[in-house]
């Protein structure tokens, strides 16, 4: 969930797969080079497939705060971008979400993150990222996982209101309302 | 199905209805306006939202020949373009088939049709046609209605090959390579 | 300028063009079918890319109020879209502007104009139009002709603030919101 | 010039810059990594925006042998993707090519290179890459640089002949069938 890059000990801890990195690599790559991201917005949609509403994670930072994010994370190597955003999907919606994977790999946005500050819309401090976003519609049940609260459901309007934009992490407030608008919002 | 339309006996005799055109009519504005359509390529895809197999239609012309063409129809007066696609996705594959209509009216391409020859790629000699085209991926069983006699499905390589491109009508073979492309075929 | 689709003296009045419509034949089709558009929102760029100005158009209605809108025209019988773009380009910013046209037809993003209230965000009393709608950038000097009194160039964030859209006609605020969304402003 | 990330001692010599890395280095984030590419093809167009030609660059391998491949490189930690974008097509057509840089971020094609074949259509011996992929209209004059022999401008129809795809390195063939889809080709 979120920009969080650290490998998750239950499905990640196998020193056998080149992918896995440990934390001291992870520090040195996250210093050396642009880390690959998908994103996605989960939605419902209707018959005709407008979205009728926007599905938010809600967690709670290291420090207590509550916030929102998107559905986030890493792709690995030698791990195509179909399947990486397949697993975060899961990881964070559950195994019952059954999203409708996109068709195109081209995304909805491209959102790029910086440590420093005024580079881009787009902050996070812990390293250079670039994700590629998608806009993907859910039709099963969502239960969040790992260190999600929920998933909370909205409307679009809601969604995309300033008091929204300003529970959104890193700027994604402003990603939400790119990617929305590409479905229409 | 086709770039075919003339209104449809069954579903569209109703003169109330300002979109309802006669043949008289239909003459008449097909000579003076672009006419809009969507068009839709149907398509199987895997679970990571991977196209495994492109749905295209058989059907016999007035004259007797045989030849292939995608989920194609009219926009009507005060229809959204959401509701004129799964209007023609219903007729020409079934009530069945269960389409996964895409979130964003932004197509994957753009199909311009001319009576005259030269001016683009896409030949429709009734008619000067603009058709917004989407890749829908369908769950369920495909009955053809109306004129088509079946609806074949192949692999992408073979739909992308050049005896199918010969088979598809009006040079539909470069739409649907283009509308492939897209989804990464 | 603006969804304004009677025919232009000056250039139009070519009864032998079959694509020219009399004001009869105009109001007969604007009844029965939906009327194809382009749109296009002019900006500025810098050497990478973005954009650093949009361009709206200013102008006063038959009543005498002012307001703002997008660069916007019909596409004729036999007139292919880039065509229409260029052509509606060049009426709405003069000779001079030099559009940078898109190379690729698939728009920015589809709108759909409705007489009636409640179909769609956006509404043409006059008329069922859909409209192509692209982010062109402009690289010349911008001269208004016809109804227009001026090109305003703003920044972005001065674009999509609401200030701006409440003086955007016909729903055009979301739209220019969601053509810029796509340009990641 | 190709998908070659090796640093470049003319530019890139500056161990101050935490992008720059050792052969030792780029060797281990190779191996444990994703490496975030862009490609661009090249373009010539005429005032409507179509393409009229396409630029390929012919280089010779280090075994001698002659292939023809993209714009291409990496992107680098704390560089914009524009930016990335900017620099690999100055560094293989030259500083008079006078590019046309998109406007929005979102790329014509995603794709996917891995060092172990059956993957995905695309690639690389030496790495895991994942390449944004941009159709770039040229106005100016190219003058290969680096490694490259030269820029053969070609029309669309040659540049998407089986002969011209054959002489693709990595896959390239069909990516360029791809992005030129997008383009209308």
């Not at 642009?34 to 209707?46: F, H």
């Not at 207590?64 to 890493?74: E, F, K, P």
């Not at 580079?119 to 519609?137: E, T």
Request: hydrophobic content about 40%.
């Amino acid at each position: 969930m979120s920009i969080d890059t650290a490998p998750r000990p239950e499905d990640d801890h196998r020193p056998s797969n080149p992918g896995w990195l440990n934390e001291e690599e992870l520090r040195f790559v996250r210093g050396r080079l642009p880390m690959l991201y998908v994103e996605a917005v989960p939605v419902r949609i209707n018959g005709l497939g407008q979205v009728t509403e926007v599905g938010l994670l809600l967690r709670s930072t290291p420090d207590g705060v509550m916030n929102r994010t998107l559905v986030s994370g890493r792709v690995r190597y030698g791990e195509p971008v179909r399947e990486a955003l397949a697993r975060h999907l899961e990881n964070d919606l559950g195994p019952m979400a059954f999203p409708q994977m996109p068709t195109a790999l081209v995304p909805m946005q491209v959102a790029e993150y910086f440590p420093m500050p005024g580079i881009s819309q787009y902050v996070d401090d812990r390293q250079h990222a670039v994700s590629l976003v998608y806009v993907v519609p859910v039709t099963g049940t969502c239960n969040p996982r790992q260190d999600a609260l929920e998933v909370t459901w909205m409307t679009p309007e809601k969604a995309l209101s300033d008091e929204t934009a300003r529970e959104l992490s890193g700027g994604r407030g402003t990603l939400l309302r790119q990617a929305l608008a590409a479905a229409g919002c």
